[in-house]
């Protein structure tokens, strides 16, 4: 069985007690997956570096951080994350015409580097960088908000991802970003998704712990 990892966005926490948030899905996630938005690549604001000091500065938080860059450029950014020992840190392709250089820097910083594709960006973009890569985040809506509607057609994309990686012998992990609950979990992860990112089937759940749970228990019928 491939193992599925369950990445929750803090995006759909509650802002006033991110901390208690992360308290209630204990044991039940894989990776906390932070959202970095500077109003200029996408129309919002979000998170920076001092929520992801205060997460690896907490003994209680162990799980690896999985920090979603949504900025331009993000050659002005890269710095102010890799001193953190964030463990994934994800650019947009669509952020920068030097994605080989900052990826390379990324991983020189000690992070491993992903590179996200937007909804409206042929996954073949990707293609000349897919040996220089630790993950490949397909965004299933367009980036800037939580609570989207998923877009189907971004499927392709996985399965595309899924095949070349195993003709070229790669091992990338291929990640999926928005719109992702129990009604698609399934299909994304038959399609080859390996990490799943989640903020609003999580955290808008009454019982996230539960919502988690449910995913998971979706998963184990794929490989059933
Ligand atoms: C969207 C962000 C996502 C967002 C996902 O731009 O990159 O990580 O938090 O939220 P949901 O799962 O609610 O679509
Ligand atoms: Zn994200």
Redesign the pocket.
């Known amino acids: 069985m491939r193992k599925v990892i369950l990445a929750p966005?803090l995006?759909?926490a509650d802002p006033l007690n991110i901390a208690r948030d992360i308290e209630k899905i204990k044991g039940e996630y894989d990776w906390l997956?932070i959202?970095v938005m500077d109003g200029h690549f996408?129309p919002n604001l979000a998170y920076g570096p001092s929520l992801v000091s205060a997460l690896k500065s907490r003994h209680d938080i162990t799980s690896p951080i999985d920090v979603?860059l949504?900025v331009e450029p993000p050659e002005n950014f890269i710095d102010l994350f890799l001193p953190l020992k964030v463990d994934y840190l994800t650019i947009q392709i669509e952020s920068t015409p030097h994605a080989h250089r900052v990826l390379q820097c990324i991983r020189d910083g000690g992070a491993k580097c992903g590179l996200a594709i937007n909804p409206g960006t042929p996954v073949e973009w990707v293609a000349p960088l897919l040996f220089s890569v630790d993950m490949i985040l397909v965004m299933s809506?367009n980036?800037?908000?939580?609570?989207?509607e998923f877009i189907p057609q971004v499927l392709e994309k996985v399965e595309w991802l899924y095949r070349e990686r195993t003709v070229n012998n790669l091992n990338f992990l291929i990640e999926m970003?928005?719109?992702?609950g129990l009604d698609n979990i399934q299909d994304v992860v038959r399609h080859g998704c390996d990490v799943v990112?989640?903020?609003?089937?999580v955290f808008g759940h009454e019982d996230p712990a539960q919502a988690l749970k449910a995913m998971r228990n979706k998963i184990m019928e794929v490989f059933r």
């Open positions: 966005s995006l759909s997956h959202d996408v979603h949504m809506v980036p800037g908000f939580g609570g989207q970003d928005g719109g992702l990112v989640a903020g609003n089937a």
